[in-house]
C-alpha cells in the first residue's frame, strides 16, 4: 500500500483559503486515485473530492463544489486540495485517501485502501 501523509491544515478565518498538501511514497504514484475526505466529531467520513490517476478527471461533493479545487502533481507524488471561502462548516479533519482502481463511484471509506493520518482544519466565524 502506498503511505500517505497530509499537511497544511490550521486555523483560518470564514472567508478565508488554505492549501492542504498529501505526499505519497511506497508505489508508484500515478497508479493511484486520489481523493480528499473529512471527518468531524460524532460523524461519519464524508467525501469531499477526488481526482483520476492522470489529474484530468475530477469530481467534488456538492457542498464544495465551485469553493475547493483538488489536483495533483505526479512527478512530485502529491495531491492538493485548495479550499477557498471556507465557511465554519468546513472545520474538520481532512484525510487523504488512495486506490488503485476505479475513478467512480466514489463509495464509502471501505472502498479506500491507504488513509493518511489526517490533518486538522479550524474556520472561525
Known amino acids: 500500500q502506498v503511505q500517505l501523509v497530509e499537511s497544511g491544515g490550521g486555523l483560518v478565518q470564514a472567508g478565508g483559503s488554505l492549501r492542504l498538501s498529501c505526499a505519497a511514497s511506497?508505489?508508484?504514484?500515478?497508479?493511484?486515485?486520489m481523493a480528499w475526505f473529512r471527518q468531524t466529531p460524532g460523524k461519519e467520513r464524508e467525501f469531499v473530492a477526488v481526482?483520476?490517476?492522470?489529474?484530468?478527471?475530477?469530481y467534488y461533493a456538492d457542498s464544495v463544489k465551485g469553493r475547493f479545487t483538488i489536483s495533483r502533481d505526479n512527478a512530485k507524488n502529491t495531491v492538493y486540495l485548495q479550499m477557498n471561502n471556507l465557511k465554519p462548516e468546513d472545520m474538520a479533519v481532512y484525510y487523504c485517501?488512495?486506490?488503485?482502481?476505479?475513478?467512480?463511484?466514489?463509495?464509502?471509506?471501505?472502498?479506500?485502501?491507504?488513509w493518511g493520518q489526517g490533518t486538522q482544519v479550524t474556520v472561525s466565524s
Open positions: 511506497g508505489h508508484t504514484f500515478s497508479s493511484y486515485v
Open positions: 485517501a488512495a486506490r488503485s482502481r476505479l475513478f467512480l463511484p466514489v463509495g464509502g471509506s471501505d472502498d479506500w485502501g491507504s
Open positions: 481526482i483520476s490517476y492522470s489529474g484530468t478527471n475530477t
